[in-house]
């Protein structure tokens, strides 16, 4: 709400500055012209950052930024004209020197727009293959038109009319326009050798071919393949890591222009080729034998027709929502889940993925989490629920029904407690509810603090501590760095779940469908050695309570048990498992490898033809009866 209503003031500061302007140049009065000028400026500048949707309203209605600005230097030239007379040569200079202007500010925009389109239209981008990929940019000043920067270049003409107006000079706005129109030019005369460097990258297939050769000279094994919008750019920056680390030379394939451009924090190479076309007939990749998927798309097709490779389903994480067990996943040759569990889920779901074609792995990128808390004098909190799904038979997420009241309990509670919010990155992609209850919890730990209201406690001997709770919607911390801060989790129905069990830490997942107890563990074996979270929050007072001193966490031994069943053994280590299974899926493509390609093996077993019986996590050993424990017990009183 308080960034609406900052917007709107900003707009109307935009919109408010310019009556005044038209009005102390028809009534000549410089230096209120001069103060409503630096306003106008001003509002324009911040209306850009702070009120971009109302700006964009405003050209809709054709009120748009260059006719505000021609709105402003037609005030000017009333002063002049008011103050100083039509028959100086200075303001016929400055009349024709601001129409110059603009026609300078057009040749600019072209040129810009030429240089992003030969951009643009590249057939492939590469990075990391050993040599400059596109010539240096320009400045940036230069090349982004949308931002209007060399508008602003006459304030130097205004500015001088107006300090004409004032001390009764008469040659400042015409010096003004000529420092202007300079400086424009100049930027013109800038982009002109940039232009002519980037001629060569209009030969498409001499780009697709010099690309080719620079990746077939880095001979790629594997591939790891993505596609889709940037804020699913978590789904592939897991993995890069651990191929990083793996033995075998991989190379990231991307679809999208914007993920390239996010996606630059990796030692990998790095191939971004658009169309489907030029990937599908792009032979350098032909040297790799495996392609790993983290996500399920429909430009997973476009690769999966490249004859030659070997196709794995690697995910992004394994949870119990249906998306872990979607029937697309039966196209690849295997299927690679961190533990039991995953297994257990396809076989149960008789989607038509064969036993026999999933494999075990581990999750590698859970070296780094801590098996303890942060060991502060207060506890803290993780609230990190997931979003709202492409359908509603997919709405997991208690954002929408319980989220605001979690966050309030949390606030309220006693002692008190440090809140650590990061909602899923999609969360309010589909849904208004969610984007309003997210607004709404994320203006609730900022009253928390701004209201004074920040809970105080004991730091050590005698001194004081201030919990600052955090809202985190960006990349950092990232999840796993979340997790080392927290005591507890708060969590529903998704991946987090089974990450987070690798800490060994108490949770909570929320039943947000109000299932009975015994058919919400069931259906999802992740929640066995979990606390249950219901609409109406009886149990969380309880789970607080057991992370203060002396309180008994009766499910501790059960999450070790669940550990194994959702991620694996501890040894070897999910490093060595995970580089293991890609060594081993290489030399399985390099013995199959035909004229038509890689293709899972055929044969009785797994699938839809698999047992009627699945064990879950009551079959597992070690977790039966975990269930109705963790129903009622709580800890600490």
């Known amino acids: 709400m308080k960034h609406d209503l900052r917007a709107l003031m900003v707009c109307a500061a935009v919109l408010g500055s310019y009556p005044p302007l038209v009005v102390t140049a028809l009534w000549p009065r410089p230096w209120p012209f001069l103060a409503c000028c630096a306003l106008s400026y001003a509002a324009e500048i911040a209306a850009r950052h702070r009120a971009r949707p109302l700006v964009d309203l405003l050209s809709r209605v054709h009120l748009g930024i260059t006719t505000r600005f021609v709105l402003r230097e037609m005030a000017a030239v009333v002063l002049a004209a008011r103050t100083a007379g039509t028959d100086s040569p200075w303001f016929a200079l400055l009349v024709l020197g601001l129409f110059a202007l603009h026609g300078v500010r057009a040749a600019q925009t072209w040129l810009a727009l030429r240089y992003h389109r030969t951009l643009n239209q590249l057939p492939v981008l590469t990075r990391n293959l050993g040599v400059p990929e596109t010539p240096a940019a320009p400045w940036n000043v230069l090349v982004d038109h949308r931002r209007m920067r060399l508008l602003h270049l006459d304030m130097l003409p205004i500015g001088g009319a107006a300090l004409d107006a004032a001390l009764g000079g008469g040659h400042l706005g015409a010096d003004g326009v000529v420092i202007a129109l300079g400086i424009g030019a100049a930027g013109v005369a800038a982009l002109l050798p940039h232009l002519f460097r980037i001629r060569p990258l209009k030969d498409r ?25 940037n804020d699913s750019a978590y789904q592939v920056t897991m993995w890069l890591r651990p191929l990083e680390r793996a033995d075998r030379r991989a190379v990231v394939v991307l679809r999208e222009r914007e993920m390239f451009g996010i996606l630059t924090g990796t030692s990998l190479p790095v191939v971004c080729v658009p169309s489907a076309a ?10 790799a034998r495996l392609c790993l998927y983290p996500s399920n798309v429909g430009k997973n097709i476009h690769m999966l027709r490249i004859r030659g490779m070997r196709s794995v389903f690697v995910g992004h994480g394994d949870s119990d929502k249906e998306a872990s067990f979607n029937p697309f996943t039966k196209v690849y040759d295997e299927v690679w889940v961190a533990g039991r569990a995953g297994r257990d889920r396809y076989l149960r779901a008789r989607v038509g993925v064969r036993d026999e074609d999933v494999h075990e792995v581990g999750r590698p990128q859970l070296s780094g989490i801590h098996t303890r808390g942060p060991g502060l004098p207060y506890r803290t909190v993780l609230y990190a629920p997931t979003w709202e799904g492409w359908t509603d038979d997919l709405f997991h997420t208690s954002i929408v029904t319980m989220g605001p009241r979690i966050v309030a309990a949390l606030l309220a509670h006693s002692p008190p407690v440090r809140i650590i919010y990061k909602p899923h990155p999609l969360t309010g992609y589909r849904s208004r509810e969610a984007r309003e209850a997210h607004r709404r919890i994320s203006a609730m730990l900022e009253a928390a603090e701004l209201s004074g209201s920040i809970a105080r406690h004991p730091a050590g001997s005698g001194g004081t501590g201030t919990i600052r709770h955090l809202v985190v919607t960006g990349g950092e911390p ?13 969590t529903d129905i998704s991946s987090v779940v089974a990450d987070f069990v690798a800490s060994g830490k108490p949770y909570m997942v929320t039943n947000v469908a109000g299932l009975p107890v015994e058919v919400f563990r069931e259906r999802y074996p992740s929640t066995a050695a979990g606390y249950l979270l219901t609409e109406d929050l009886e149990r969380l007072p309880g789970v607080l309570r057991g992370l203060g001193e002396g309180g008994e966490d009766v499910l501790a031994a059960a999450r070790r048990r669940l550990r194994t069943y959702l991620l694996g053994p501890e040894r ?15 030399a399985r493509a390099c013995e199959v490898r035909g004229p038509d390609g890689p293709g899972g093996p055929s044969g009785p077993g797994g699938g839809v033809d698999g047992p009627d019986r699945v064990p879950g996590a009551a079959g597992v050993p070690g977790i039966s009866g975990v269930a109705g424990t963790a129903g009622t017990a709580l800890t600490g009183g």
Do not use: H, I, W
């Open 278 to 287: 030029d990937l599908m007939g792009f032979e350098a990749l032909g040297g």
């Open 205 to 229: 297939k001499g780009v697709l071919r010099t690309a080719g050769e620079r990746l077939a000279a880095y001979d790629p094994e594997v591939v790891l393949y993505f596609s889709g919008p």
């Open 478 to 490: 990232t999840l796993y760095g979340c997790f080392n801060q927290a005591d507890l989790l708060v």
């Open 572 to 586: 070897p280590d999910a490093m060595t498992r995970f580089n293991e299974a890609v060594n081993a899926a290489y």
